[in-house]
């Protein structure tokens, strides 16, 4: 160990904590060798659309469509794709909650946001449009999710219905008790999603359509089980919104639900909310099942600009049908993704560079992830798995960046430019309540 790297340490262990060291590590699986029928599952982090985007979206001959046309071909890949709509998608609901009349597909009261406001709502064309690209399913259940109050929920769930877009964590006053998750199936194989949020922003929600996680965590442990009981059905997946904006290390409520989720019998928990990326864990329950933990997938597109902001994963997760009939997990891995941002507009493209900010966000993100589980951005998908015979070739270029796998916390994620000040590693104490509010608000950009 240097002089520098054990300074570090020392100062770290002084401070009351250890340090996370680099590592290459590879999650892998029991089952990952097994014989029998798999299923690919992909799972993207927050899909939110800034008025910027929106206005790309609404221009003539436009759609959606437009921002996912690079990645298009793996979503449709994978035999379900799962996103978060951070954001109603409810027609004809002004930024008060009223119902006005649709002025169609364009900027203003209705859809986009206010200026310095956070009232989301997008024209229900998005469902439509997410459904085009590829994605089987979506989770309504987020910050946003009150955005035009109670009247924005049920028209959202419209929408989704009016597509035939399944959807998780939110409900109509007039369907409880139905249950907050759906099931999809593909490949003869039945897969439960149940969606949560930490929050609606402060926003009331007097009739109780949304789930909310840590609030309900007796509620959600429950279903989970009843899911895990339940005969027709092979797998659970828990999909939470939770955590610190820009913060890279995942807290105390999140590890926990997280681990309590697992133990109740869900295969995978997939987070989102932070913007940025956080680390993935592998979870063994008291019975000896595998599970496996992603705290935030970060951003998969936005008009968030900053360096962290901007990558994200495309995360993928392989089941297997045992020969005694179970459902496992028996391989993991991350594509991962940059929201490239030009005089063409904002699209998601595969992160495989090595120069410019590109460069440098892949390089933060295989410090924050299993660098040994980053995957190629090419189908059919190859799983790093160890099996004899596997296909899945090792990356050697670029490196993680060390500097961030020893600082998985540092809020001042975004800076495009080497800083090595000590708020950038432990954080800045001068933070007033309206920079608080907005990271946990989301930006309006």
């Known amino acids: 160990m240097n002089a520098r790297r054990s300074g570090l340490l020392a100062l770290s262990i002084s401070l009351g904590f250890l340090v996370p060291a680099a590592s290459a590590e590879t999650l892998t699986f029991k089952h990952a060798c097994s014989s029998g029928k798999r299923l690919t599952v992909a799972f993207a982090g927050d899909i939110l659309f800034h008025r910027k985007l929106q206005v790309q979206a609404y221009a003539k001959g436009s759609s959606f469509k437009r921002f996912f046309k690079p990645v298009e071909d793996l979503l449709k890949s994978a035999d379900l794709a799962y ?17 006005v009349k649709d002025p ?45 109050g109670q009247l924005g929920a049920y028209r959202t ?39 949560c949020t930490f929050s609606t922003n402060g926003i009331p929600d007097p009739k109780k359509q949304v789930l909310h996680c840590y609030k309900k965590i007796d509620e959600i442990l429950k279903e989970i089980k009843a899911l895990k009981a339940d005969p027709s059905i092979d797998a659970v997946f828990l999909t939470p919104h939770w955590g610190e904006e820009n913060w890279h290390k995942p807290g105390a409520r999140q590890k926990k639900l997280g681990r309590q989720a697992i133990e109740a019998g869900a295969l995978a928990v997939f987070g989102a909310h932070p913007h940025v990326l956080q680390p993935w864990e ?15 997938a970060g951003n998969f597109i936005s008009n968030q600009r900053r360096t962290a902001e901007r990558a994200g994963i495309l995360g993928l997760v392989q089941l297997i049908r045992t020969t005694a009939g179970k459902v496992r997990l028996a391989a993991a891995g991350y594509i991962p993704t940059w929201v490239a ?12 560079e090595n120069g410019g900010r590109e460069g440098e966000a892949l390089s933060r993100t295989l410090g924050l992830l299993p660098e040994g589980n980053r995957m190629g951005g090419k189908t059919p998908f190859v799983f790093p798995t160890g099996c004899k015979g596997s296909k899945y070739a090792a990356f050697t270029r670029p490196r993680a960046d ?44």
């Open 282 to 296: 592998k979870v063994t329950t008291n019975g000896g099942r595998e599970g496996l933990i992603v705290y935030s």
């Open 341 to 352: 941002i030009d005089g063409k507009g904002h699209r998601i493209i595969v992160n495989s």
């Open 157 to 195: 769930i419209d929408s989704f219905r009016k597509y035939k877009m399944p959807f998780t964590g939110t409900r109509k006053r007039s369907e409880t008790p139905k249950r907050w998750s759906v099931v999809t199936k593909a490949k003869d194989m039945s897969v439960a999603w149940l969606a």
């Open 402 to 445: 060390t500097f961030w796998v020893r600082n998985p916390k540092s809020p001042k994620s975004g800076s495009s430019q080497p800083n090595r000040s000590w708020n950038r590693i432990f954080g800045s104490t001068k933070r007033g309540r309206k920079g608080k509010r907005r990271r946990r608000m989301g930006d309006t950009r």
């Open 83 to 99: 996103g978060n709509l951070e954001g109603p998608a409810a027609r004809g609901v002004s930024a008060g909650g009223r119902a």
């Open 104 to 148: 169609g597909k364009r900027m203003g009261a209705v859809y986009g946001a206010p200026l310095k406001s956070l009232s989301f709502n997008f024209h229900p064309s998005v469902v439509k449009d997410l459904k085009a690209v590829g994605f089987d399913l979506l989770s309504t259940a987020n910050n946003h999710a009150m955005d035009r």
